[in-house]
């Protein structure tokens, strides 16, 4: 009588490991293919695209902003780093924001940005007319 539980357990830990055995290789099957289809439709993808191009974000074509955000770039000159020319008045960047006579620029108007790079595409000014 214990031989017979001793093979009846074995038996049932072997069925147990066996089935354990095939759910694992299934399961590990479908990770193969999925990970192969993953990278065929990447590379399919990546050939397809142009290398040359590159996404932006759009600028309006009617963009402006109020006189409150053209005196707060005044206050942040020295973390933009470029000079600033509001209606053809220019801030140095190297001036003391704090000293700054910004009473000429209303705040209820709106003034259209210009940005002025150099060659290498570096800004260079800030302009608001």
């Given at each position: ?10 038996a ?5 490991a066996?089935?354990?055995f095939i759910v694992?290789l299934?399961?590990?099957l479908?990770?193969c ?6 990278i065929?439709?990447?590379y399919?993808?990546n050939t397809h695209?142009?290398n040359n191009m590159y996404?932006t ?15 707060q770039s005044?206050?942040t000159?020295r973390?933009i ?5 509001v209606?053809?008045m220019i801030y140095?960047?190297?001036l ?5 006579n910004?009473?000429?620029?209303d705040?209820?108007?709106k003034?259209t940005?210009t940005?002025v ?9 800030l302009?608001?007319h």
């Open positions: 009588m214990i031989d017979l539980e001793n093979n009846a357990s074995e049932i830990g072997h069925s147990f066996v089935s354990v694992s299934t399961l590990s479908y990770l293919s999925s990970t192969g289809d993953t065929q439709k990447t399919e993808m695209s142009d996404s974000l759009k600028v309006p074509m009617n963009y402006s902003v109020s006189g409150s955000e053209v005196r005044l206050y000159i973390e780093g470029v000079d600033i020319e209606n053809g140095s960047n190297s003391d924001p704090t000293t700054l910004v009473s000429a620029i705040l209820n108007k003034y940005p940005y790079r150099d060659t290498n595409g570096v800004l260079t000014m302009r608001f």
